[in-house]
């Protein structure tokens, strides 16, 4: 509500109070730097942690290291059920599409480079 204006007013009473969806929107490069995991699929953050530790070294290694989290955590809650876990899914899909949409452009470039 703005300083100016009377709380009471129906303008005022009809202003929405800002949602939460904006800030897990931008969670998403932490999630996997913090690894947080759901309690569901713990037995992956193993995984998510190797890739962690060699993404600077080895990326292709680090990428299948995710990729088989994700098989894993599918496989583990199917339905997406556990808390957190459809996000937690989510979130490491679009992680997976956006390396390997980088690649994809950096492969075509090398391509048509030569």
Same mark, same amino acid.
């Given at each position: 509500?703005?300083?100016?204006?009377?709380?009471?007013?129906?303008?005022?009473?009809?202003?929405?109070?800002?949602?939460?969806?904006?800030?897990?929107?931008?969670?998403?490069?932490?999630?996997?730097?913090?690894?947080?995991?759901?309690?569901?699929?713990?037995?992956? +953050?193993?995984?998510?942690? %190797?890739?962690?530790?060699?993404?600077?070294?080895?990326? !292709?290694?680090?990428?299948?290291?995710? $990729? *088989?989290?994700?098989?894993?955590?599918?496989?583990?809650?199917?339905? +997406?059920?556990?808390?957190? %876990?459809?996000?937690?899914?989510?979130?490491?899909?679009? !992680?997976?599409?956006?390396?390997?949409? $980088? *690649?994809?452009?950096?492969?075509?470039?090398?391509?048509?480079?030569?």
């Amino acid at each position: 509500v703005m300083p100016t204006q009377n709380v009471d007013s129906p303008k005022a009473q009809m202003r929405r109070a800002p949602s939460r969806s904006a800030a897990v929107t931008t969670v998403s490069m932490e999630v996997f730097d913090n690894e947080v995991v759901p309690a569901s699929l713990a037995s992956i +953050s193993p995984i998510l942690r %190797v890739a962690n530790e060699i993404e600077s070294e080895r990326p !292709r290694v680090a990428y299948l290291c995710r $990729f *088989y989290a994700f098989e894993k955590a599918h496989r583990l809650d199917q339905s +997406s059920t556990g808390r957190g %876990v459809r996000q937690f899914k989510t979130l490491l899909l679009q !992680r997976l599409e956006r390396v390997t949409t $980088f *690649y994809s452009f950096k492969l075509i470039y090398v391509v048509h480079a030569k």
